[in-house]
């Protein structure tokens, strides 16, 4: 919409960048497939902003495998919160998601159980979001935040 309009942003911004190995930033797929019409493209990117999504990272499960169920369903996920601030965005159109279900079955997945491939793998930064869960390679324990001074803590079962 700046270049549109011939708005030009000064200041430092951060960067946005992806997260992890395989990933990518969903816009730019969708801008590189062309498939979609530019209307779709603007309805699909006022889900993403709903959502507070930016990259695919953002939208799988822990493991990186496939669509979370939270964004198939249309929701925020409760255990994730943005890092960044977004700006306001009223709850998307049944066309709106629509084109977003679209985008997920034609971009961002390539299968009817909504697997990604190839998968996401290691994680070279911090995700653009915050967790409430931590996982412990060392103990191999698994920690949930309750409140800021307690976590609940999972064992791996052999």
Request: aromatic share 12%; hydrophobic share 30%.
């Amino acid at each position: 919409m700046t270049h549109k309009h011939r708005i030009k942003l000064m200041g430092y911004y951060e960067q946005p960048s992806i997260s992890r190995v395989n990933d990518y930033a969903l816009m730019d797929i969708l801008v590189e497939l062309y498939i979609h019409t530019d209307e779709d493209m603007s309805k699909i990117n006022r889900c993403r902003i709903f959502l507070n999504v930016m990259n695919l990272s953002d939208i799988t499960n822990g493991e990186g495998t496939k669509i979370s169920n939270h964004i198939l369903n249309h929701r925020k996920d409760p255990d994730r919160t943005s890092k960044y601030q977004w700006p306001s965005q009223p709850s998307p159109t049944k066309s709106e998601w629509d084109a977003w279900d679209d985008a997920i079955r034609t971009c961002w997945t390539n299968n009817e159980n909504f697997s990604i491939s190839p998968n996401l793998s290691t994680w070279i930064q911090t995700p653009n979001f915050i967790s409430d869960w931590k996982y412990s390679p060392s103990t191999k324990k698994l920690y949930y935040k309750v409140s800021s001074i307690s976590f609940n803590q999972y064992e791996e079962k052999i």
